[in-house]
């Protein structure tokens, strides 16, 4: 339906849960979410579902490099709003490196129930998660989001 939808309790939980501050994380959490509709719009999401009907043992990596793209696309929108707009203020980058970190499914399955299954990721590792959204954040370039090749899918 062309709509992004956003539970806002996720935000109370970011700072109560989680422990991350500031105001940026809600701002980088809304692009995420964006940039799923961007995957929508460019047909990646529909690529991405054929692909995981068909090949249900790479099912869970295809989500991981869905929502790192989702990141990266979260960084793009960080860059070019700073670019334009000029309006980031000093450490709001760290606050979304901060909230990537605190939402890696490593460190959530780590807390949750003491170890870590790789298999059964969605949204990548903390450290995946900080990469792609600097990476889109540092280089400005939508062409440097491939985040399935360099997850060899």
């Known amino acids: 339906d062309n709509k992004v939808y956003i539970d806002l309790s996720f935000f109370q939980e970011l700072h109560q849960r989680f422990h991350v501050a500031g105001d940026f994380p809600m701002a980088y959490v809304i692009a995420h979410e964006v940039g799923h509709h961007v995957q929508y719009l460019l047909?990646?999401?529909?690529?991405?579902?054929?692909?995981?009907?068909?090949?249900?043992q790479n099912a869970n990596k295809l989500s991981v490099a869905l929502e790192l793209q989702a990141d990266?696309?979260?960084?793009?929108?960080?860059?070019?709003?700073?670019?334009l707009n000029h309006v980031l203020d000093p450490g709001d980058i760290e606050e979304?490196?901060?909230a990537a970190n605190a939402i890696g499914d490593d460190r959530l399955q780590k807390e949750s129930q003491g170890y870590v299954v790789p298999d059964a990721f969605t949204h990548g590792t903390?450290?995946?998660?900080?990469y792609w959204f600097k990476k889109g954040f540092d280089s400005g370039d939508i062409n440097q989001g491939d985040t399935f090749s360099a997850l060899n899918l």
């Open 43 to 56: 047909g990646t999401s529909d690529k991405v579902s054929q692909l995981q009907q068909r090949d249900q």
């Open 72 to 83: 990266f696309y979260a960084g793009l929108w960080a860059h070019y709003d700073e670019k």
């Open 96 to 98: 979304a490196l901060n």
């Open 126 to 130: 903390s450290k995946q998660r900080m």
